[in-house]
Nanobody, 118 residues
Framework: QVQLVESGGGLVQAGGSLRLSCAAS????????MGWFRRAPGKEREFVAA????????YYADSVKDRFTISRDNAKNTVYLLMNSLKPEDTAVYYC???????????WGQGTQVTVSS
């Protein structure tokens, strides 16, 4: 089973950028598709982006397309989310997880808080 630790969140002004990291334990990391999800205050957790095992295919929610970029480094057991042109509505706790068909598979980590001020 893969265990995940998210980091890189913080407070940023609208229009700014952040890069989130998700460090995974376990030798099978490179076997899994990975995804980022977020939960905004008072809302359900939602899909943000996903990447296949090799990094060759990516998927994005319409709300973040052309602003966010997901990538992975299998040698470092890490998946990243580069977030540009941030908006106040991107404020949420961001989580990573293994995914299948864009649905989360494993247990959730503690997440990392992203707050975008207007």
């Amino acid at each position: 089973q893969v265990q995940l630790v998210e980091s890189g969140g913080g407070l940023v002004q609208a229009g700014g950028s952040l890069r989130l990291s998700c460090a995974a334990s376990g030798r099978t990391f490179s076997s899994y598709a990975m995804g980022w999800f977020r939960r905004a205050p008072g809302k359900e957790r939602e899909f943000v982006a996903a990447i296949n095992w090799s990094g060759g295919t990516t998927y994005y929610a319409d709300s973040v397309k052309d602003r966010f970029t997901i990538s992975r480094d299998n040698a470092k057991n890490t998946v990243y989310l580069l977030m540009n042109s941030l908006k106040p509505e991107d404020t949420a706790v961001y989580y990573c997880n293994t995914v299948r068909d864009l649905e989360p598979l494993g247990s959730w980590g503690q997440g990392t808080q992203v707050t975008v001020s207007s």
